[in-house]
């Protein structure tokens, strides 16, 4: 007997929470030290400062009945965000932010560009980066 009955017609969404805590600073080398102070305010200390992520990965459709294993994904979260990022200086562990600000924007687009190289094709859905309660980022690959 099939998995999920007519599964053609439904797209089904998981989610799977993953918290990580990490450093960093907001700052340009293509903007002068006053630009930076002014564009990134307090968040431009040199001193950085640091944040407990929470991110959010949705994950679409299948025909297993399952729209992905979360064991697998699990594992996936593991290499793409736990390993690199993890109780890291986003700014000097990540080689990736040597050069690019590490604004939630950019995590966000980070995180999706690594981590859909690592799902089934066409299943990675969103990207969704809780920096504080209050900040929360969402980027679907546009
Ligand atoms: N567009 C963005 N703006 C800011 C980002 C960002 O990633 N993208 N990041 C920061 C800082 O990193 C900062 O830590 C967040 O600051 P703030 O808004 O003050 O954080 P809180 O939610 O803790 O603020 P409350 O004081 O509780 O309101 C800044 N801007
Ligand atoms: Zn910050």
Not at 72 to 86: F, G, Q, S, W, Y
Request: aromatic share 8%; glycine share 6%; hydrophobic share 35%.
């Amino acid at each position: 007997s099939p998995v999920l009955a007519d599964m053609a017609e439904r797209i089904g969404y998981i989610t799977r929470v993953q918290s990580f805590s990490a450093c960093h600073r907001l700052h340009s080398p293509d903007l002068s030290d006053e630009e930076n102070k002014k564009v990134y305010g307090k968040c431009n200390n040199p001193n950085g400062h640091g944040h407990n992520y929470k991110g959010l990965y949705f994950i679409i459709d299948a025909e297993t009945g399952m729209v992905m294993n979360l064991t697998d994904l699990k594992r996936c979260i593991e290499d793409v965000i736990m390993t690199p990022l993890d109780h890291k200086n986003l700014d000097k562990d990540v080689p990736y932010f040597s050069t690019v600000v590490s604004t939630t924007e950019n995590l966000a687009v980070y995180i999706w560009d690594h981590m859909v190289r690592e799902v089934p094709e066409g299943l990675l859905y969103e990207i969704k980066i809780h920096e504080t309660d209050k900040n929360i980022v969402v980027y679907r690959g546009e």
